[in-house]
């Protein structure tokens, strides 16, 4: 889950501020006051249009962050099943990873699977912030804990359906020539080979393959995501270190925030990293190399999950704010 989740600034300086409405069909959210609590009434937004906006928010912070999803890539794929000590280690971490790749593939190697990551990041996400407005506009956020079910309701829904994008990005990051080649290499031709090769060898349930390890990790990173973004920003606002509208505030919630998103997410991540079924995957992972093996890559996925959730945040507040000044006007 390259994930998204609802900001809370003050009321007086920002579109998220409460307003006595329960009617909308998609909302631009106050917050709520806690993440088991209910939520305050948002205010509304063009459905298609909140669709439109989350997608393209998270694409953009896609843009940024994509090189280290290939790194995170490599690094899960490398000694897949094998134990320690018994393969060549190409990548010894995220940075001396990133100079690899780039010395190596160039500055379009650290760009691999871009395009389908931004496919995916836009299916994943819109359908994910819709469906989550979809539920607030029918109160079930109002209730305890529907805020979390909500969210990880909506995060699997955006998982399923975005699935084939996530299987054909894993196969294109993880494709490099061979000097520094971890993991099966599928060779695919681009995008729209990956689909079709795909299609062809394995119809379309095998588009899907891996979604029994995509539903669950959006899920569970989708609710640890919320739950700790929503408490981080009020601890953080509570206590008076930063203005409680600075970006400074967004930033440090989102920090705390993706260390638990990661700690959530990176064992699903190398499951679904392998070319192997998830729960024979998980058994061989744990056998060969132990619970350590769960947690290869998890560096690279904390660098990529912070940086994410604060950009996806960040653009998809002031294209909501904006919108919503165009409207009043």
């Known amino acids: 889950m390259t994930d998204v989740q609802l900001l809370k600034p003050s009321p007086e300086e920002s579109v998220f501020g409460a307003q006595p409405s329960h009617r909308m069909a998609s909302t631009v959210s106050a917050g709520p006051r806690s993440v088991l609590g209910p939520s305050r009434p948002p205010l509304a937004v063009w459905p298609p249009l909140d669709f439109a906006l989350g997608a393209f928010s998270c694409c953009a912070a896609c843009v940024f962050t994509n090189p280290l999803e290939v790194v995170k890539t490599r690094l899960q794929l490398q000694g897949e099943l094998r134990a ?8 010894r971490g995220a940075l001396q990873a990133l100079w690899v790749v780039g010395r190596t593939d160039g500055l379009r190697g650290l760009q691999k699977g871009l395009s389908v990551g931004l496919m995916y990041q836009g299916v994943m996400n819109g359908v ?11 109160g079930v956020t109002s209730f305890h804990g529907g805020s979390l079910l909500s969210g990880a309701v909506a995060g699997a829904l955006g998982a399923f359906i975005a699935s084939p994008a996530y299987l054909v990005k894993t196969h294109l990051q993880a494709q490099t020539v061979e000097a520094i080649a971890v993991g099966h290499q599928h060779n695919h031709l681009g995008v729209s080979d990956a689909f079709v090769t795909i299609y062809r060898r394995d119809g379309v349930i095998g588009l899907w393959r891996g979604v029994n390890g995509a539903v669950p990790r959006v899920m569970v ?11 981080a920003k009020e601890w953080v ?5 930063v203005s409680p509208n600075s970006w400074l505030t967004t930033l440090i919630a989102a920090m705390i925030s993706g260390v638990a998103v990661a700690v959530s ?3 699903f991540d190398v499951i679904r990293a392998s070319v192997h079924g998830f729960s024979d995957c998980m058994l061989k992972v744990c056998q060969a190399e132990g619970l350590r093996g769960f947690y290869k890559g998890m560096g690279p996925v904390f660098l990529r999950l912070a940086p994410h959730t604060m950009l996806s945040m960040l653009f998809w507040d002031l294209l909501r704010q904006q919108t919503v000044k165009d409207q009043q006007g």
């Open 237 to 241: 606002s509570h206590s008076q270190w």
């Open 265 to 267: 997410m990176t064992p």
């Open 84 to 91: 320690r000590g018994s393969y060549q280690r190409h990548y």
């Open 128 to 138: 994910r912030l819709g469906s989550y407005s979809y539920c607030e506009s029918l």
């Open 221 to 231: 990173g989708s609710a640890a995501q919320l739950a700790t973004f929503t408490s």
